[in-house]
């Protein structure tokens, strides 16, 4: 009987521990708050909201305003990494709605104010050590801290 029981806690603890995702890239995937961002062409430093989150995991970023008064919006999008890790593309960003999205596209500009000027944006990572993210699109060097 005792068999039974040991046999069945295994099988039920094999089942929940198998389930468990592993991020793609532990030092890009994660909670981050943009602290700046430039836009290239005039170099001009952006910092107009400072609660401005992005949420990567896996193949999903969510890009937030959190109590801000500007009202930007949440938009849902996917996220996808290139083979070496070295170039991160943005694309199909889509208004948060419940626990996903409305399946309404976002207007480009409303995606500005968090550094994106198109619906389909590829960044060079240019740093990930898991407390500081920097990537860099042809249109802005956007510069994130671990949240």
């Not at 995937?29 to 430093?45: A, N, P, R, S, Y």
């Not at 970023?61 to 500007?70: D, N, R, S, Y």
């Amino acid at each position: 009987m005792k068999a039974i029981h040991l046999l069945i806690a295994m099988c039920f603890f094999a089942l929940f521990a198998s389930c468990e995702k592993k991020p793609i890239d532990e030092n890009i995937e994660g909670m981050w708050k943009l602290e700046q961002f430039t836009t290239l062409d005039d170099g001009i430093v952006h910092r107009d909201c400072q609660r401005i989150f992005y949420s990567i995991q896996l193949q999903i970023v969510q890009i937030a305003e959190k109590q801000c008064t500007h009202k930007y919006g949440t938009f849902v999008g996917h996220f996808y990494l290139n083979e070496d890790h070295s170039q991160a593309t943005m694309k199909d960003f889509r208004f948060r709605e419940s626990t996903g999205d409305s399946g309404e596209d976002v207007p480009v500009e409303r995606l500005l104010p968090f550094g994106i000027n198109s619906l389909e944006t590829t960044f060079d990572v240019l740093k990930a050590d898991g407390k500081h993210l920097v990537l860099q699109s042809d249109y802005a060097k956007l510069e994130f801290i671990s949240f």
